[in-house]
């Protein structure tokens, strides 16, 4: 497992949040991302992972604690039609790219994001024409164009057949390990085989998140406990 980065680019400290009806969602729960890499959390319905992920990328605040996040998230669904918006590839990534560029300029920009996701080609594509591991691909694309360095990743594979959830996986951790401008993803995640890709992965219960240990290591703990629910 990877540890030994110069910079912390995300760091919580002790952050809680309640909802409304009284469900505790965060309990004094602190984490930091130690640098670039694929991180993963396994946590429960109701761990809390959901709403941990929603006051890192500023759509909740929480009540207590604190959060410094030096870098732009985004965040990514298990359903890639819940923030696929416009009607082809190319449209829609054009969302996410600065205002006042020439026509040129916005056409290599969406090249150089599909052809990073492996969609080359497609920019043209109508959305309903796409399978859901390429709609997937195409939101982790809005997500590069938009110059996000921090990947919020709720579940990605979840909807996915068996080849798309490889080629998702594979195509973060390749974003993750590239020379230049290498990406942070915190991957939630309920398939244990997934953790055996990560630079680390951690537990979370009851609001709070657990040490990172390396994934291999979490998965053969946790397994006994799968088995016995199942």
């Known amino acids: 497992m990877k540890t030994a980065y110069s910079k912390t ?3 919580i400290k002790n952050i809680s949040f309640t909802w409304p009806s009284g469900t505790i969602a965060l309990s004094s729960c602190s984490l930091s991302i130690p640098g670039p890499g694929l991180w993963m959390i396994v946590g429960s319905n109701g761990s ?3 709403t941990l992920f929603k006051i890192i990328s500023g759509l909740l605040k929480p009540q207590s604690g604190s959060i410094k996040c030096e870098i732009k998230p985004a965040l990514m669904f298990q359903n890639p039609d819940h923030q696929i918006l416009l009607p082809s590839c190319g449209s829609d990534l054009m969302l996410n790219l600065p205002k006042h560029l020439s026509d040129q300029e916005y056409q290599e920009l969406i090249n150089i994001a599909l052809a990073e996701v ?3 080609g497609m920019a043209s594509r109508p959305i309903h024409t796409l399978s859901g591991g ?3 691909r195409l939101a982790l694309a809005g997500a590069l164009a938009s110059k996000s360095q921090l990947l919020l990743l709720d579940e990605p594979t ?3 057949d068996l080849e798309s959830q490889n080629s998702v996986l594979a195509i973060v951790k390749k974003l993750c390990h590239r020379t230049k401008d290498p990406l942070i993803a915190l991957w939630i995640t309920h398939r244990l085989e997934e953790l055996d890709h990560s ?3 951690t537990r979370m219960e009851n609001g709070k998140i657990g040490k990172w240990v390396a994934g291999k290591q ?3 703990s946790l397994e006994p406990l799968a ?4």
Not at 227 to 230: A, P, T
Request: cysteine-free; charged content about 35%; proline content about 0%.
């Open 199 to 201: 630079d680390g992965a």
């Open 218 to 220: 979490l998965r053969e």
């Open 227 to 230: 088995v016995r629910r199942g």
């Open 158 to 160: 979840a909807l996915l």
């Open 134 to 136: 390429q709609k997937q």
């Open 48 to 50: 809390g992972k959901s």
């Open 118 to 120: 492996e969609l080359t």
């Open 9 to 11: 680019d995300l760091y």
